[in-house]
């Protein structure tokens, strides 16, 4: 993919962490008015505490040590298998998160997840990459293959972050493995460039109806469509209606960002509904 710079630990984490951040944004869009998902406030932690200590090369390398080589340890078999088999299936069972049948109150993040021990600051900080990675695959699944670019990037992301930590310390990975972890980055950008190539710019609706779609993403606008109709045969409801849509296409044209346009008009609605109705004038005979 021409788009794909990672020539290091560096920019691996760089680019896994921001195609997780990705993913937890759209998550958000599809589940309009969700609040945050807890992974990926661990998620945006974790990428501020690494963009503070990337600067410094030997802090990278202990980062390194104590972070990505214990998680390839751990994983070393599954990680050196081949990520996509002769039936074009992703291998990924080793990173999704399990369905968990039983009700646990958790202290840590489900599945493979970036932490270390050592150090009483970095206790309460974690990487969750499972959970963003099934995230992903959850989505893309409800869609038929939209946003499907977003669990390869989080795969392409993890595996080159393990690869560099690898290549230049022979003494934790064997060269079989490390060309292991190559081969697969290698498939990765590969089907990452071909469904770039099938890639077709989708249709868009034009006017403001459109517009907001286009903006809040992948919002379930039948069910809007169905509240219209409902709401048709009332003069009163009907004219409500509209002054909503109205009030979100002048904020979204004027430049504000659409959810806040959705939080103005929620606050306004409240206000008004909580000031007490005015009494109508007797009339006078």
């Not at 998620?43 to 990278?60: G, Y």
């Not at 509240?227 to 044209?253: C, P, R």
Request: net charge negative; charged share 25%; hydrophobic share 35%.
């Amino acid at each position: 993919m021409s788009g794909v710079n990672i020539n290091d630990v560096k920019s691996s984490l760089h680019f896994l962490m921001g195609s997780m951040v990705d993913t937890g944004r759209s998550v958000m869009r599809e589940t309009f008015g969700m609040q945050k998902p807890s992974w990926l406030s661990q998620t945006e932690r974790f990428e501020s505490f690494f963009s503070q200590l990337c600067e410094d090369s030997s802090a990278v390398d202990n980062f390194r040590d104590k972070f990505i080589v214990p998680l390839f340890k751990s994983n070393e078999l599954a990680v050196t298998g081949k990520i996509i088999n002769d039936s074009d299936v992703i291998q990924d069972e080793f990173i999704k998160v399990k369905d968990d049948e039983q009700l646990r109150l958790r202290k840590t993040p489900r599945g493979l997840f970036l932490h270390s021990d050592e150090g009483a600051a970095l206790k309460s900080l974690y990487l969750p990459i499972s959970e963003a990675y099934t995230s992903a695959v959850e989505m893309s699944m409800k869609h038929k293959q939209r946003n499907v670019m977003l669990p390869v990037k989080i795969l392409l992301g993890f595996y080159s972050m393990i690869f560099y930590s690898l290549k230049d310390c022979p003494e934790q990975a064997s060269h079989d493995d490390v060309e292991s972890v190559r081969s697969n980055i290698k498939i990765l950008k590969e089907y990452m460039d071909s469904l770039d190539e099938k890639d077709e710019p989708e249709d868009k609706e034009e006017g403001p109806m459109g517009m907001i779609k286009n903006l809040l993403g992948n919002v379930n606008f039948d069910q809007i469509g169905e509240m219209m109709n409902k709401v048709t045969s009332d003069e009163t409801a009907s004219a409500e209606f509209k002054q909503v849509f109205d009030k979100m296409t002048q904020g979204i044209q004027s430049g504000q960002a659409p959810m806040d346009v959705m939080g103005d008009i929620i606050k306004q609605a409240t206000t008004q509904a909580e000031q007490p109705s005015q009494p109508q004038e007797a009339i006078q005979e």
